[in-house]
C-alpha cells in the first residue's frame, strides 16, 4: 500500500460557523449562511483548479430541520439563488453537481427545481464533482441501504449470509447507482468542533480529518490549499503497515 498520497480525490467539508459568524459581525443568521455560500463558492473554483475529483459539501442535514421555518426556508432560498447565478459557470468549468441525501423529501418545490435543473443541465460534465449533502443524515442512508438489502432476502434474490460490506456500500447515496463516489480522502470541519454529526459515517472510515477554528464565511481558498498540503504529508495506511 502506498504510503502517502499527494492530492485527496475527495474532499469532503463541514461547512461550521455560519451562525457564530453572524452572531460576531452583528448581523442576521441568514446572511451569516449567505456568506457562507459565498465562501462555499469560491472553494468550488480552488478544489476545481487544485484537480480535485470531488467536492463534497455538508449544506443540509436531517437534523437541520429541528431549526426555524425562516432559517430553513432561508437556506433553501440560498440554493435557489447559488443555481441561478453559478449554474451556467459550473456547467462552462465541466464541472458535474450531484445531490447526496432524500432532496425531494419535505424540500421546498423551487429548491427541487434548482437541483434539478442543475443535476440535468451538468449531468454529461465529467470535471469537479460537485456534490452537496441536502436532508442528508448518514444513519437514514445506512438504514436506507439495510432496508433495501433486507428486502432482497425477503424477495429470494440474497442470502443474509452473502451480504458483504460492498453490497451495503452500493446502496449508499455515494454507490454504484449514484455515481460510485470513492470514500472521502480527507474531511474538514470549519468553526472549532470536531465531529462527524452524521456526516458521511460509513464513507469515513479511513478518512484523514483537518480541523480549524475559522467560521465557514472567514475560510478562504488559502486555507483549503494549505489544508490539502498538510494532507499530502501524511502517511496512510489504511490499518496495514
Ligand atoms: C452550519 O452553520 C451551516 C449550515 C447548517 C448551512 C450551510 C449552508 C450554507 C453554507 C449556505 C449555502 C449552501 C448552499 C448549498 C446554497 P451553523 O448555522 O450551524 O453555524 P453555528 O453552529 O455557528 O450556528
Not at 429548491?111 to 469537479?128: F, Q, V
Not at 432496508?147 to 460490506?165: D, F, I, N, Q
Request: proline share 2%.
Amino acid at each position: 500500500m502506498e504510503d502517502s498520497i499527494k492530492m485527496p480525490r475527495h474532499v469532503a467539508v463541514i461547512m461550521d460557523g455560519n451562525g457564530r459568524w453572524a452572531k460576531k459581525n452583528g448581523v442576521s443568521r441568514l446572511t451569516g449562511h449567505n456568506q457562507g455560500m459565498l465562501a462555499m463558492k469560491e472553494i468550488i473554483k480552488k478544489a476545481d483548479m487544485m484537480g480535485i475529483k470531488y467536492l463534497t459539501v455538508y449544506a443540509f442535514s436531517t437534523e437541520n430541520w429541528k431549526r426555524s421555518q425562516e432559517e430553513v426556508g432561508g437556506i433553501f432560498n440560498l440554493l435557489v439563488k447559488f443555481v441561478g447565478s453559478e449554474l451556467a459557470e459550473l456547467d462552462a468549468n465541466n464541472v458535474k453537481v450531484h445531490i447526496l441525501g432524500e432532496y425531494r423529501e419535505k424540500v421546498p418545490e423551487a429548491a427541487i427545481a434548482s437541483i434539478e435543473k442543475a443535476i440535468k443541465t451538468t449531468a454529461d460534465n465529467d470535471g469537479l464533482q460537485f456534490n452537496i449533502a441536502l436532508n442528508y443524515g448518514s444513519r437514514a442512508e445506512i438504514t436506507k441501504a439495510v432496508k433495501t438489502l433486507c428486502r432482497k432476502v425477503e424477495e429470494g434474490e440474497l442470502k443474509a449470509s452473502e451480504v458483504t460490506e460492498d453490497m451495503v456500500s452500493r446502496q449508499l447515496y455515494t454507490g454504484d447507482e449514484n455515481g460510485n463516489i470513492p470514500d472521502p480522502d480527507l474531511i474538514i470541519r470549519t468553526s472549532g468542533e470536531e465531529r462527524l454529526s452524521n456526516f458521511l459515517l460509513w464513507q469515513a472510515a479511513y478518512s484523514e480529518f483537518a480541523f480549524t477554528d475559522t467560521l465557514w464565511p472567514d475560510f478562504t481558498p488559502e486555507e483549503f490549499e494549505s489544508l490539502i498540503e498538510e494532507f499530502s504529508t501524511r502517511g496512510r495506511r489504511f490499518g496495514g503497515r
